[in-house]
């Protein structure tokens, strides 16, 4: 494990790169990084948003990387030259949530004006916008198959989309306050859900119904990513732990603590390496071997 101080305030997004070679990271320090995985090195810095950058996500095709903002935006970047290819106009309020099609064609953004955007991602062009969550939305994942898209919301729901038409075709009820992140599993098969009621839920995407569900943070979970052979779960929480989760059994099997809360995470392709954010602008960089040794920490 090793541990980088780059940003200047909490790092609130990270995505790898397909091919497991380069972190991208966002922070409310108002910048972007790129890392260097392996060894945790900065190679570059990208600036032009005006507030807090929310997240971020590079396109499964690792041309293009996106930026949602505080500042209401969203800014497509040209990852050979660094500039701004695009900038994404239209939300209302703090855009907080970004998730990009496996044909890395389209873009989806969530907001806390209650909607989500559907855009063309490389025209920049709105396609529509989804109405129905009654309070701000946090987070959204696309079906591996590029169908269907999950949105997670303040009101305590998950809606699920039709990604083409913008239809909404299911409402997931039962945490007991907001809900922060989600996430559907590579096979397609299931969704993983966090929220401020300190737990995670396990949902069945074809039905909606609910699975299980993984309690032991003593706090509000709000990051959440899952394997790619869709085994294992790692968790952030407010309460200062990363945990590691298997999903078929739902047990916890192991806790890391840090120094202050972890804030967002991703498992990299390998299935190894995992990269966690922190509200102090710190990264974390682990294998799954390395928190295995860990709990006591």
């Not at 999903?247 to 099997?253: D, H, R, S």
Request: include cysteine.
């Amino acid at each position: 494990m090793h541990i980088v101080s780059g940003h200047l305030d909490c790092v609130s997004g990270i995505s790898v790169s397909p091919d497991g070679q380069t972190l991208f990271s966002a922070s409310w320090d108002k910048t972007l990084k790129i890392w260097e995985l392996a060894t945790g090195r900065e190679l570059s810095i990208l600036s032009g948003h005006t507030d807090f950058v929310s997240d971020v996500m590079i396109s499964p095709n690792a041309q293009t990387l996106v930026s949602a903002s505080w500042d209401m935006t969203l800014k497509v970047w040209e990852l050979e030259t660094g500039k701004v290819r695009h900038t994404l106009t239209g939300h209302t309020d703090f855009v907080n949530g970004i998730s990009i099609s496996p044909d890395s064609q389209i873009l989806v953004s969530t907001s806390w004006d209650g909607t989500l955007k559907v855009w063309e991602l490389e025209t920049g062009k709105e396609l529509h916008t989804l109405n129905g969550h009654t309070f701000s939305v946090h987070s959204v994942s696309i079906s591996p198959d590029g169908q269907t898209l999950v949105s997670a919301s303040s009101d305590k729901t998950l809606r699920v989309w039709e990604l083409a038409t913008g239809r909404e075709l299911g409402i997931l009820k039962g945490h007991s306050d907001s809900v922060s992140d989600v996430k559907i599993s590579s096979d397609g098969q299931t969704l993983i859900s966090s929220s401020s009621d300190n737990s995670l839920k396990i949902w069945e995407l074809a039905t909606g119904r609910e699975l299980g569900i993984l309690n032991g943070h003593t706090d509000s979970v709000i990051g959440i990513s899952i394997s790619p052979n869709a085994q294992t779960l790692v968790s952030t929480s407010l309460d200062k732990t990363l945990k590691v989760w298997d999903l078929q059994t739902g047990k916890e099997v192991m806790s890391f603590s840090g120094e202050s809360a972890f804030s967002c995470c991703e498992i990299a392709l390998d299935g190894h390496t995992v990269v966690a954010g922190d509200f102090d602008g710190k990264l974390y960089f682990f294998s799954l071997e390395d928190l295995s040794f860990s709990d006591e920490h």
